[in-house]
């Protein structure tokens, strides 16, 4: 069965759109059933276009990423998610919607904080760094996350595998 992995920031215009490229990227090289999401609390509705960049030069598909509220992995026919994951600590302090998580479980839910690179130096050459940076870091541990035997796993396990990895 697919373990659905939900990833938040705030306005899911760079971090989460980078995990859930990458992790949906790897998750198929490698053969593992996972498939990534990404969702923001107040969606910018654009992807910022070093987000984009960063991924299309590591060799990761572009296509289809978007930004989007999380309303849509709360309403009925949603996947149900084995974890959420924020990546940005405005998107970790808010009041998240429940989630459907398998057997009507909650998903496992965990903190992996990462300064926004968009908001790095004045100008484009170190934006494209911290992006870069921040693509590298994430996927440190999303290829951690993907070396687990979720299939195996109850939500306890991953959820303190997954506040162990967010420890690395």
């Excluded at 849509?72 to 919607?97: K, Y």
């Amino acid at each position: 069965m697919t373990a659905h992995v939900l990833i938040l920031c705030t306005h899911n215009s760079a971090r989460s759109v980078l995990a859930e490229g990458m992790l949906n990227h790897w998750a198929a090289r490698l053969g593992v059933d996972v498939r990534a999401h990404s969702a923001g609390s107040a969606p910018s509705g654009r992807v910022h276009p070093l987000a984009l960049e960063v991924l299309a030069t590591a060799g990761i598909d572009t296509q289809g990423l978007r930004s989007k509220g999380w309303d849509e992995f709360s309403r009925p026919g949603a996947p149900r998610l084995a974890a959420v994951i924020t990546v940005c600590d405005s998107a970790a302090a808010e009041a998240c919607p429940v989630f459907s998580g398998a057997a009507g479980a909650e998903p496992a839910r965990v903190h992996w904080g990462y300064p926004d690179p968009s908001r790095a130096g004045d100008d484009q050459a170190a934006r494209r760094r911290a992006f870069e940076l921040t693509r590298q870091a994430l996927g440190y541990r999303l290829l951690q996350l993907l070396a687990l035997p979720l299939a195996a796993m109850d939500g306890a396990a991953l959820q303190s595998a997954l506040v162990t990895i967010g420890r690395t």
